[in-house]
């Protein structure tokens, strides 16, 4: 293996080991929809770069970043037409996003797919995910009291609006980390997905992010070696073509369902 | 000397009067209870004092005082993962006091190890209760504000948090802000009582200041009312 892709390989598994933190207190906080389709306001800026030949995840950055203060602004609303005002939002940036991205680069846009990496962009990969787990780790009792009642956590002195802000820019950095390899309408589900099963499994807060995290990097190194090995899988007549980013989620999907039969640890 | 100073203070919240020209003051060791109807403003009040809501006039805390607060209601999500450990650790962090009084505060509410390890969404009213005003003794507060302490808890679990509350203000020499509905627990722990419906309706001692005017012009006609007091009573 050369060391471009092992280089890809190390930063997509350190991606989700940080989503399934991301994920864990995107779940709790119930922003599991929101969070979903958060990733989405990334594809018109993918789009925009491609058309205009600058680096896609520039133009990624810029409309998450966009995106990401807009969705904390409806937040910060709470009023009844902030599910339907995010709802439109993003789905129409998905619409918009597909009819500017080059039909040819569209597939890949939107489900990613394994790509090897320079040196100088890992090392910056790994400070991010340094940066998102660094932050969860110093923010947990902050993020914990905002989740539990942000009233309460008002009292305590915490400014739970810029803590809001702080969050989402950090899960918008998650989603700009893994819109290469699963692009823009699966990365969203990297970080809620694994998040889910841990939350079937867990009962307490540590062992609900490890097995989230643990679910995570599982479904990424399973639908690695799928994506690998079996990429065209032939069922008799059938041909299934097991691209990266929809192997992933297929395996972060089958531990979610696996997780139903399973008791609570 | 006072703890609290509030002077003319008046809150709007989106252009209506919530709260109008108040003035009162808090000394160490009371016990004060704000009393009035739904809508009266007792909340948002509350909020002003603990500045998470914009007024007009003047709060001043003395700069000793260390504040614990108990909302009036959470609606812990029966599926968050937390715990009172959690919780009292986060504020432990936060507050930069040490761990060590997560101990203490826990034996002085009356939560026992196994009550800190269950999520808090699988507690009791009674023991969630307790549990929030634990949170609030964290920082060893010298002043306890309560918003309607005893709203969703049953009426044995009422008393257990009333004499909890008399003992940490007898114990540790706390001052108590207390909203209340109950007039039973207004009779019995207050030392003061602001009645408020908007305005500043009564202030001062609950026998003094509570008559059958004055309940009248909180609740209306038709609300009724009966003190016991050693032979002397009084019905409206």
Not at chain 2, 125 to 133: D, K, M, P, T
């Amino acid at each position: 293996m050369t060391a471009p892709a092992l280089y890809s390989i190390v930063l997509v598994l350190l991606t989700a080991l940080a989503a399934g933190l991301v994920g864990s207190f995107a779940l709790m906080k119930r922003m599991s929809l929101a969070g979903d389709v958060i990733s989405h306001v990334a594809l018109p800026g993918l789009g925009i770069a491609l058309l205009l030949h600058f680096n896609p995840l520039i133009g990624a950055a810029a409309t998450l970043l966009i995106g990401t203060i807009l969705i904390w602004r409806l937040q910060q609303g709470r009023t009844l037409t902030t599910d339907v005002a995010i709802g439109v939002i993003f789905t129409a940036a998905l619409a918009i996003g597909t009819l500017v991205t080059p039909s040819e680069d569209l597939i890949e846009a939107l489900f990613g797919g394994f790509q090897s990496l320079t040196l100088p962009w890992f090392v910056l990969g790994v400070f991010a995910v340094s940066g998102i787990i660094a932050f969860i780790y110093s923010f947990r009792h902050k993020l914990i009291l905002a989740l539990f009642s942000p009233e309460l956590a008002a009292a305590t002195g915490i400014n739970v609006a810029r803590l809001d802000l702080y969050y989402l820019l950090i899960f918008s950095l998650t989603v700009l980390l893994g819109l290469r390899f699963l692009g823009a309408l699966l990365v969203g589900a990297l970080i809620i997905v694994p998040a889910a099963t841990g939350r079937q499994l867990t009962h307490t807060l540590p062992a609900f992010l490890t097995a989230s995290s643990a679910a995570s990097v599982l479904s990424v190194a399973i639908g690695f070696l799928i994506n690998r090995y079996y990429s065209h899988l032939t069922l008799g007549s059938v041909t299934l073509n097991l691209s990266l980013g929809p192997a992933i989620i297929s395996v972060a999907t089958v531990l979610f369902l696996l997780s139903l039969l399973r008791k609570k640890i | 000397m006072s703890l609290l100073t509030v002077k003319n203070v008046s809150v709007r919240i989106e252009g209506k009067v919530i709260v109008e020209n108040l003035s009162f003051e808090l000394g160490p060791s009371d016990t004060l209870s704000i009393l009035g109807p739904n809508g009266a403003g007792k909340t948002v009040l509350l909020k002003a004092l603990l500045g998470m809501v914009p007024y007009s006039g003047e709060i001043v805390w003395e700069p000793s005082v260390r504040i614990g607060y108990v909302p009036q209601k959470i609606d812990a999500d029966r599926h968050l993962p937390l715990t009172y450990s959690d919780l009292f650790e986060s504020k432990c962090q936060i507050a930069k006091v040490p761990i060590e009084q997560i101990a203490k505060v826990s034996r002085i509410v009356g939560l026992t190890k196994e009550t800190l390890a269950t999520p808090v969404g699988h507690l009791s009213g009674g023991y969630f209760q307790r549990g929030l005003i634990g949170f609030a003794l964290i920082g060893k507060p010298n002043v306890l504000l309560l918003d309607e302490p005893t709203a969703s808890i049953d009426e044995p679990g009422e008393v257990h948090i009333y004499e909890l509350i008399r003992r940490l203000q007898d114990e540790y020499k706390l001052a108590v802000i207390t909203v209340s509905h109950d007039l039973s627990f207004v009779y019995r722990y207050a030392s003061r009582v602001l009645c408020l419906n908007k305005r500043s309706v009564c202030m001062g001692p609950p026998r003094e200041a509570l008559n059958p005017d004055v309940l009248e012009k909180l609740y209306g006609p038709s609300f009724g009312y009966y003190v016991h007091d050693h032979g002397n009573s009084a019905d409206s």
